[in-house]
C-alpha cells in the first residue's frame, strides 16, 4: 500500500462539519417539537395520579366509617386509616397498607370533616402551585 491510498481512504472516512450540523439542527427541531408534548403529558399524568391516589384514600375513609360509624375528624386526620386513634374503640385498621402518599407535587393532601358544602368529608390536592384554587395545571384535585 503506498502512501497516497492511505491519504484518500483516510479523506473519505468520518463526516463533514456541515452534515454534523445539519444533524444538530434536525435534532434540536424535535426537541423542541417533542418536549413541550412530553411536559404536557407528564402534567396530565401528575393530575390523573393524584386523581387515582385521592380515590384510593376515598375508599379507605369509607371503609374506616363502616368499621367505626363516622368519619375521622379533621383533627385526627388521614393518619387514621394507618394508626389507630385513641378515641375508635371500633377501628379495625389498618385501612392503608402504607403511610399516606404526599400528592404528586409533594403536598399533602387537605382532609376535613365534616366537608364544605353538606360533604361528610374533603378531600383535596391543592395542585401544583400548593395554594388553594388556581387553573389550569394549579387546579385543585378533589373527591366527588
Known sequence: MNVKNIYRKA???GFTLLELLVVMVIIGLLAAYVGPRYFAQLSKSERQTAKAQIESLGKALDAYRLDTGRYPSTEVGLNA???KPNTDTKW???YLQKQVPPDPWGN????????QD???F???SVGKDG????EGEAADVSYR
Open 118 to 120: 353538606g360533604a361528610e
Open 131 to 134: 395554594q388553594a384554587g388556581g
Open 122 to 124: 374533603d378531600l383535596i
Open 108 to 115: 399533602p393532601y387537605v382532609y376535613r370533616a365534616p366537608g
Open 11 to 13: 479523506g473519505q472516512s
Open 92 to 94: 379495625n385498621g389498618p
Open 81 to 83: 386509616l394507618v394508626v
